[in-house]
């Protein structure tokens, strides 16, 4: 039997039907980000391992897919610590699930033979030639299966005799696996060099400086692409999603973050979605954390604390505290995460807890500008200071946005941020930008829950032709063309077949007229025009169809 067709986890095929939705989004983004000057840049779906690793922090790191490169590279893999030649690494390393369930079986068959301990490690020895079954067993070992088959283990042997038997075979696991694990820094580089975009703001830094000599600062630039993520796929959370990405590089100037959120506003607007605008700014977080006295571990503290929606407060502090945060610090921090009040009576108190980094008092004076600018403009989205907000990625420096759906339970559909010297790493020091990320698939679930997209879209076939025949073909053909002149989408049914057959197609495929012409509607040189949804039907010429069609 031929094996089912799939897909890999965390990733979706979409229909006709979810394609026109999400053609809407995009279309909708599109159309707001020119509507602000903003031009279209792709690049490409892969980059070089060097440009993406370490932008992302350490987290982020672990969620890049890296491309095996092509060709015989398993000789090129280094030696390992444990002095092991490849081929005996490659033995040892077989020793996957399958092997170590068969190596159990033989341990538990032994131990219930009561079987000398010598004999139960010779039996072992036929594994030593069992050879790696797939290359990519080797390449892409799962660390946590091994540790919990190492368990398995554990668990048959915690009651037997023969615990020297169970230290050696446990023990020559371990060490062989923490050998292999100390090189898998050098393997990857030797049989990966490029991996697929994580996120689309780090690709458009290396483009900046790529082409610094051929575009017109400040750069505006917006990109609607898929980015992959090595993440566990969940309600909402998937391996390839796309973003819809807006920046501008090579400007300080506040203007742009003000122009950001109306962007914001202006698509949100737009689709219908009421929302709710967070800002913060990483310098008054690393101000939090210079007065607590944990400045040196600001990364840890801002990636903490950005999970404090999701996960509460308790955890949060132990995820401080594991992190090396001091109790003291810890203790701090409480009554700076418990700020109330409005956005001003907030910017207020944190100019007290505040006043003695003058970083903190930066990111203050910043907020308190751009709030003021935001004041002026008269916006349909809420806007509002949260000092939980933190945004998990290293690169941002200022303004950090974050935005989430009313009513709604689900993460932000939109964020972003100021990053002040994203492009110095490629070479182009003090460069500065700022962008948000529109998230398409969030918006997507938030439109279709709540029933938010339009009935009818440019997309979808407005007019239906029904084919009786050659001699009716040869009649609606040059009328068929002229509709789509006018710019109507409008279509022919290809076969002559039964009228029910053609109907339920039209209906299935929601086109709101279908247009009738038969031997009568031929001699009288008229058209029949069926409203699909009311069930009216009126005989027009082929003028009076193309001006109904044009202004339905």
Sequence with gaps: MAQKPSIPKGTRDFSPDEMVKRNYIFDTVKEVFRLYGFQPIETPAMENLLTLEGKYGE???KLLFRII???????????????????????VLSFNDEVLDSVISLIKEGVEKEMDPSIIVQSLNVFKDKRISSLN???FYDRDNNLRSIEKLNSYFKNLNYRKLRANIIRSIKQTRAGYLSQSNKLTKVISEKGLR???TVPTARYVVQYQNEITFP??????QPVWRADRPQKGRYREFYQCDVDVIGSNSLLNEVELVQIIDDVFTRLKIETVVKINNRKILSGIAEVIGENRRITDITVAIDKLDKIGLEKVNAELSEKGVSAEAIEKLQPILALSGNSDEKIAQLENVLATSETGIKGIAEIKKLFGYLNTINLNTEIELDLTLARGLNYYTGAIFEVKAKDFEIGSICGGGRYDDLTGIFGLPNVSGVGVSFGAERIFDVLTQKNLFPKHSSETTKAMFVNFGEKEEAYCLPVL???RKTGINAEIFPDSTKMQKQMNYANKKEIPFV??????????QTFTLKNMESGEQKSVSAEELIKILSQS
């Design 219 to 224: 750069f505006k630039r917006y990109q609607i």
């Design 59 to 61: 987290e982020g790191d």
């Design 198 to 200: 994580y996120d689309l």
């Design 69 to 91: 490169e092509s060709g015989d590279y398993i000789n090129k893999i280094p030696s390992n610590p444990r002095g092991l030649s490849d081929a005996e690494l490659r033995e």
């Design 515 to 524: 247009i009738l012409a038969g031997e009568t509607e031929m001699l009288a």
């Design 481 to 483: 063309a002229e509709i």
């Design 137 to 139: 067993t080797y390449l």
